[in-house]
Nanobody, 115 residues
């Protein structure tokens, strides 16, 4: 079992930055594939970025170059640094931990990009 708690969301103006954090507990964090997903109103949940236990990353095209993902295995935490934010980045952002066959979700944190 893994428990995930996201933090760092909020309201930001276009072009601004936010850093999301996801703190994990309950299992061996370092072995999990960690990811950030988002869901905007009326849309399906989509992958934003993910990072393997070894540090390899991949990103949605819409955030490449703007949202670096990182992890600190000593702190059981994964981060999403969100730069150059756009109104279309507005969504609830969810942290995910995956190791086949199990997957876990956090409760989500709202990010709103608006002037």
């Amino acid at each position: 079992q893994v428990q995930l708690v996201e933090s760092g969301g909020g309201l930001v103006q276009p072009g601004g930055s936010l850093r999301l954090s996801c703190a994990a507990s309950g299992s061996i964090f370092s072995i999990y594939l960690m990811g950030w997903y988002r869901q905007a109103p009326g849309k399906q949940r989509e992958l934003v970025a993910r990072i393997t236990s070894g540090g390899s990353t991949n990103y949605a095209d819409s955030v490449k170059g703007r949202f670096p993902i990182s992890r600190d295995n000593a702190k059981n935490t994964v981060y999403l640094q969100m730069n150059s934010l756009k109104p279309e980045d507005t969504a609830v952002y969810y942290c995910n931990a995956f190791k086949a066959p199990d997957g876990y979700w956090g409760q989500g944190t709202q990010v709103t990009v608006s002037s």
